[in-house]
């Protein structure tokens, strides 16, 4: 029997970027944990790929081809929906000398980084505050306070996240409510069309940060981790050639 099957009944888990990278990793963890998962990408196939892991795995996903920096389609799409989790880890980094970012790259990464957590959070605090009971985690990263030649706008964007997610945690702790950020060092992942070699041996992988989410949102109902910070060790030797 499948560890979803043996811990059933977590509630519903929606995590955002959840096609590939850390989100896709989050997705299966909390499948395994028993969460029923809403999975939210822009890529379908990515997701039904996603939900069909999920399921040989004994856990349950549905697949929700969004994109979530459309208010409309946001708040048309999550109407209703009521879930005790959410992962808010979609986001897009464009690493570049401030003068020569276009508007556009700016404003790509304040529409995913920034506004859509208003789009998501916005639709789905509600439910967990009329019921009591629910959490809001957000990755964040650790470069959201440390500054770097080319991480202006990606920065910028994760200062805010940690700032909002303070603020909003201040809010609504005493509704029963619970909000998290999750701030990972480098992780191998495609994240920003990065390809992943064996130079990324030092970095933490996707399921490291998976499993610091569920950590986070494992917590009896009058302990919050509210910020956490996941770095790597000492990079492994490199293995011998086979």
């Known amino acids: 029997m499948s560890s979803a099957a043996r811990r059933s009944g977590q509630g519903t888990a929606l995590i955002t970027g959840a096609s590939r990278g850390i989100g896709r990793a989050i997705a299966l963890r ?12 822009r890529s379908q196939d990515e997701l039904d790929s996603l939900c069909a892991e999920v399921t040989a795995l004994g856990g349950r996903c549905r697949a929700l081809a969004l994109d979530i920096t459309d ?23 464009i690493i570049k000398p401030f003068v020569e970012m276009s508007l556009d790259e700016w404003n790509t990464m304040m529409d995913v980084n920034v506004n859509a957590l208003f789009h998501v959070t916005h639709a789905l605090l509600p439910k967990m505050l009329e019921r009591g009971s629910g959490h809001v985690c957000t990755i964040g990263s650790i470069s959201g306070r440390s500054a770097y030649v080319g991480g202006a ?34 992780v191998a992942t495609e994240f920003s069309g990065h390809t992943v070699t064996e130079a990324d041996r030092w970095k933490l992988a996707p399921e490291d940060v998976a499993n610091a989410v569920a950590q986070v949102i494992a917590t009896p109902p ?19 050639a086979k």
């Open 153 to 186: 706008a990606y920065s910028g964007t994760k200062a805010f996240v940690t700032a909002w997610a303070e603020s909003l945690m201040l809010e609504v702790r005493g509704r029963g409510v619970k909000v998290s950020v999750v701030a990972p060092g480098g």
């Open 30 to 41: 909390l499948a395994t944990d028993g969460y029923d998962v809403v999975a939210v990408a």
């Open 222 to 240: 009058d302990v919050l981790i509210h910020r956490l910070e996941v770095r790597t060790l000492t990079p492994p030797p490199s293995k011998p």
């Open 71 to 93: 208010a409309g389609a946001v708040s048309t799409a999550l109407q209703g929906l009521d879930v005790e989790v959410l992962v808010n880890n979609a986001g897009v980094g």
